[in-house]
């Protein structure tokens, strides 16, 4: 403390000293899966990413398209795929069934992307007359091979 206070070491070097060391130490790899894990403070411009709406009203024995958008960016080739199951709630991963009247499905279900460019897939949400209202919490795993792995909700309200 007295060299500091002393101004023998620059506070820079100080603070570059304590990055170097944080950022060595970050591991960027998850071994189980293969897939590469965020790093706080690293930038992600050039990664993938994905959009798709998270929630949808429809009536009864209607079906609807959810528009999904792949952008590889820099990422790729890699096959990209996705799964949709029922939970209780968001956040949940425990599946719970599918009630009758309610089909959903990721058309198509997968393909190979690959770098710089943009891809379009849907998620059908099919209903029957006879599908009883209320909401219905969805969960969408997916992934983009060698670039990301992640999930999300969408709520389908059935009026």
């Not at 070097?13 to 790899?29: D, G, K, P, R, W």
């Not at 050039?46 to 999904?68: C, D, K, M, P």
């Not at 968001?90 to 069934?97: G, K, L, Q, R, V």
Request: net charge negative.
């Amino acid at each position: 403390m007295k060299y500091i206070n002393n101004n023998r070491i620059k506070w820079p070097v100080v603070v570059f000293a304590l990055a170097l060391i944080v950022t060595s130490s970050c591991n960027t790899e998850d071994v189980s899966s293969g897939s590469p894990v965020a790093v706080p403070g690293a930038s992600h411009l050039g990664a993938a990413r994905l959009t798709y709406e998270h929630t949808v009203e429809l009536q009864a024995g209607e079906t609807v398209s959810i528009e999904v958008t792949l952008e590889t960016r820099k990422d790729g080739p890699g096959k990209f795929g996705g799964r949709l199951y029922r939970v209780a709630r968001e956040y949940s991963e425990e599946t719970i069934p599918m009630p009758g009247g309610l089909e959903v499905r990721l058309k198509p279900s997968e393909f190979t992307a690959r770098p710089n460019r943009t891809y379009h897939a849907s998620i059908i949400i099919e209903t029957t007359p006879e599908l009883a209202p209320g909401e219905y919490i969805l969960r969408f795993e997916h992934e983009l091979e060698g670039a990301f792995r992640g999930s999300g909700w969408i709520t389908v309200a059935v009026k």
